[in-house]
C-alpha cells in the first residue's frame, strides 16, 4: 500500500495567484492551471497529514475491459470502452441529478472506507461542446449524493469553468462553489477557447474529513500547478458508493469525451 502524498501548504491553498504555463502550439492563450483566490480551506490538512493514510484502492484501467470492482448504471457499451490503459467515455446527451439519467454512472461495489478518505480520479476532457461535465462522488440514487462538479460552460457572450460541492440530501441541494475560469466579451459571441485555456490533465478529487466533504481539482502538471478546493459541506449521514461520470449540460451539438487514467481511494482509517 502507498502512503498517501502530503500536499504541501502551498498545495492547499484554495487558489493562489492565476498561474500560467506555455500556450498552445500556434496561440498566444495563456493556460490557466491555478485559481484567483486566496483563500485556504480549513480540513484537508487532517487527512493530508495523517501518518496512517494508506491507498486502498486504484484501478489504473489495465486491461481491455472495466475491473470487477465496478458496476455500471445506465450502462451504453456503446459508449465507453477500456484500452491503452484509459477509461474513455462518450456523453452526447443530457442527464440531470434529479432523475440520476446520466449515461454510464461508474460506480464502485463496495462501500467507502470509514473514517477520513480522498478519492482522486486524473482526466483529460476535451472541451467539444461548451457545456462539459465531469463529475466524483458518492450516489446513493436520486435523493441522496455529494459530488465533486466540475462544468465548463460557453453562453453566447460568456465563458466559464467552475468547479463545485454538491449536496443531495432527500432530493435538496446545496452547493458550494470555486470559479476557476471566466471569460465575458462585452457583446461580442463568446470564443471557443476553454479546450486551450485549461491545463491538462485534470485531477479531481472528492475529500471526507470528520462529516464534512470538500471538492478539489488540480489543473495541469506544472511547477505552478496547485491543488483549488470549494468550501465544505456538511453530511451527518453519508449514503452511496463512489462514483464518476460525465454528462452535459444543455443540449446542442457534439460529443463530450473523457480520458480516466485512473481512480484511487486513499483512507487515513485505522
Known sequence: MALLKRFGSAA???GAALGTTAALAG???PKISASSYDETTPGIEQIAQAASATEIFRDDFDGEV???AWEVMNIDTDSYIVEDGQLLTIASSVGTRE??????IFRLSEDPPPGDWVATAK???EFATGHDTV???LVDGQEEAIYAWLNAWRGQYKESFSLSTIKRSKGQERWSVRQLYKDNYKGKPAADTLGQRIAQPIYLRLAKTGRSYIAGVKLGDGEDAQWIDTDKMTLLRAKGRLALG???GKAGNGETL???DWVKVESSAE
Do not use: C
Not at 432523475?99 to 454510464?104: K, R, S
Open 12 to 14: 492547499l491553498a484554495a
Open 27 to 29: 496561440s498566444d492563450l
Open 66 to 68: 472495466l475491473a470487477e
Open 99 to 104: 432523475a440520476l439519467d446520466f449515461t454510464n
Open 123 to 125: 482526466l483529460n476532457l
Open 135 to 137: 463529475f466524483l462522488g
Open 246 to 248: 460525465s454528462t452535459q
Open 258 to 260: 473523457i480520458f480516466f
